[in-house]
Nanobody
């Protein structure tokens, strides 16, 4: 089992910045991907950014160039730095960790979610 605790988030004006952090505990050695998802009202949860073993990153097109995901393996934490925030970024953001079950399937672990609200 993996436990995730998020911190950060809040209310910011458009153009501002926020930082989200996720701290993992438990079977952290089994985590193969560390990421962030978000869910806006009335919309499905979507991937925002992910960093996998080896350091490769992937971002949603809507956040490329504005958001940066990074990790500290020694502390079992990862961070999402969000710049140039837009009202469309308003959502509940969820920390995510994946542990492999098979070569093609993974188990997902989720943080409790943190609200990010961007005012225009």
């Amino acid at each position: 089992q993996v436990q995730l605790v998020e911190s950060g988030g809040g209310l910011v004006q458009a153009g501002g910045s926020l930082r989200l952090s996720c701290a993992a505990s438990g079977r952290v050695f089994s985590i193969s991907a560390k990421g962030w998802y978000r869910q806006a009202p009335g919309k499905e949860r979507e991937l925002v950014a992910v960093i996998i073993d080896g350091g490769m990153t992937n971002y949603a097109d809507s956040v490329k160039g504005r958001f940066t995901i990074s990790r500290d393996n020694a502390k079992n934490t990862w961070t999402l730095k969000m710049n140039s925030l837009e009202p469309e970024d308003t959502a509940v953001y969820y920390c995510n960790a994946k542990t492999p079950l098979t070569t093609t399937a993974a188990r997902n672990y989720w943080g409790q979610g943190t609200q990010v609200t961007v005012s225009s």
